[in-house]
């Protein structure tokens, strides 16, 4: 079993910067496939970045960068001039044979 807490979500206005952590209970050393997802009241949950060949979506691009710490066992999202189109709850997954996913956090996007 893996746990995941994703924290730093709130409340931005337009163009402005949140980072996204994700803390795992286990080594993430040897794990590519992990990245974050997320899901806009009323929407289905929209991937938005990988890991593995830092993939970002279209619709973040250029705004959104993934990134992770081996040693603290955490994966960030830098989000950048956000939108309020982003506004969404923001989710992190971690795959080791079975998906995991964290709880979730909210990040709403003022205009």
């Known amino acids: 079993q893996v746990q995941l807490v994703e924290s730093g979500g709130g409340l931005v206005q337009a163009g402005g910067s949140l980072r996204l952590s994700c803390a795992v209970s286990r080594s993430i050393f040897n794990i590519n496939a992990m990245g974050w997802y997320r899901q806009a009241p009323g929407k289905q949950r929209e991937w938005v970045a990988t890991?593995?060949?830092?993939g970002i979506a279209d619709s973040v691009k250029g705004r959104f960068t993934i990134s992770r710490d081996n040693a603290k066992n955490t994966m960030y999202l830098q989000m950048n001039s956000l939108k309020p189109e982003d506004t969404a709850v923001y989710y992190c997954y971690v795959q080791v044979i079975d998906r995991y996913w964290g709880q979730g956090t909210q990040v709403t996007v003022s205009s």
């Open positions: 890991i593995s060949r830092s």
